[in-house]
């Protein structure tokens, strides 16, 4: 007999046949052996039950409820089945002998080492030993169950987190919404409801802008998995918004142009940075002001002191020669008094002519700034006691004027830094260009310095320095160094034709 091209209809019908007739009462019959293979490799579980009781239970069925063939059919079969799951299984397999059902059912079993297993089954009705019994088929669905539940459980998770999110999420097929999330309503106004089936379009002003993002998404996405831009977005009441986008495609490569969308509403973010950034460069406005007011004032003043009292002075000093030279011999004590005098006058010179140095250096006007550094770098190993080389390397002889004032006194702040802060012996400068930039650098052997002491909003001599630097495109960098000090170095791009 051909068992392979048996329907499973056919195969329930030889079975039925067969358990018309006494199972055990002709053993080795050709029919007996066929029910016996059938029942052993049947990958579903069967029985046979008669008066609430199993008469035949396959060895599938009995792998998977975990009892052996004495025990089973020992036992009440619906002490087998889960208690909360009896009454709803008799009642759908009464139904079904009775043909009011044709599906398969659903239930619960517990296994003999306590698991609870999912099993579907059919029933129907046949003669056992030439009296009324019932045939059942049945399978172990727990993995499919498990898994679909699994599944379940993904996909609310997944949706719970859609949800949760702030930003718009949205999956288009060729270019049509599929998909959204709640906070489609937040971003853009719209029912998640009314966006399925309408192309993406209705989210931004116009034609000619969906299809240019569409263009730009849709050639990146070929080659990478995601693409984040700012783009111009419409909400429903026809405002206009700025929404940080970006599009993800679905799967390994881009199909039937299937890509999820996440936008995010920026337009409040973007204004209060606009209004930051412009707040901020009227500050900067404000102290390149104040510096140039500053740096005029103290020429002013520098000029005037020269003029006035320096000339004053050396009228005085001269008239003071003068007196000398004609007081007589005999008065020594009269001689002395007026050389003292002489010497105070000296004295009072030189210090008018350190103060309008300090105000502002005329060797920055008259020489230039190599001279002015090499200059105040003499001066501050003069005045500091600090030993300071100068290595000047700069040639780009015609910089702005104002520009070498900004080197120059970011210079005597760091040179004012290190004699009140560093406690170095030892101070290197470097003056350098490159092609695009000039380079000016300061290194101490001092005691160095901390990240919180350069970042520190009180740190006004740095901020100062900054600020003078970022005015004319550059950068000042200070850290520690190696073995021991402070190193800052300034950079300034050079635009040729200055
Ligand atoms: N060469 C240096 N060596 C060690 N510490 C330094 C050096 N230069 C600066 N510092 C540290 O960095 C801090 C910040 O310097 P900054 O020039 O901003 O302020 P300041 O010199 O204290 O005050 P001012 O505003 O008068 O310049 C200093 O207080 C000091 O602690
Ligand atoms: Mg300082």
Sequence with gaps: MNLGKKTKKELLEIIRQLTQSNLSAAPNTPEENLYRILSQSSQVGFYIMQDKKFRFVNSHL?????????????????????????????????????????????????????????????????????????????????????????????????????????????????????????????????????????????????????????RRFYSALVQQRTYETEFPCRRKDGSEILCRMKASRIGEKLREKRIVLTFEDITEQKKAQEELERSRQELRNLSVHLQSVREKESTRIAREIHDELGQSLTALQMDLSWLIGRLPDDSPVVREKARSMSRLVNETIESVHKITTELRPSLLDDLGLTAAIEWQAEDFQKRSGINCQADIRFTGGLIDKDLATAVFRIFQETLTNIARHSQATQCEVTLSENEKELCLEVKDNGVGIKLQQIDDPRSFGMIGMRERAHLWGGTVHVRSIKPSGTMVKLLIPLRKGE
């Design 62 to 214: 009995r792998d998977y409820a975990g009892y052996d063939e004495d025990e089973i059919l020992r036992m009440d079969p619906s002490s087998l089945i889960l208690p909360e799951d009896r009454r709803k299984t008799r009642k759908n397999a009464v139904m079904m002998l009775k043909e009011q059902r044709f599906s398969p059912y659903e239930f619960r079993i517990v296994t003999k080492d306590g698991r609870i297993k999912w099993i579907m089954e059919t029933v129907m009705p046949i003669t056992y030993q030439g009296r009324p019994a019932i045939l059942g088929n049945s399978m172990d669905i727990t993995e499919r169950k498990e898994a679909s539940h699994r599944l379940e459980e993904l996909e609310a998770l997944e949706s719970s987190i859609l949800d949760a999110i702030p930003q718009a999420v949205v999956g288009l097929h060729e270019r049509r919404i599929n998909f959204a999330n709640s906070a489609v309503k937040i971003v853009f106004g719209w029912h998640r409801e009314e966006l399925i089936g309408r192309s993406i379009t209705i989210f931004y002003r116009n034609e000619e802008e969906a299809d240019e993002i569409g």
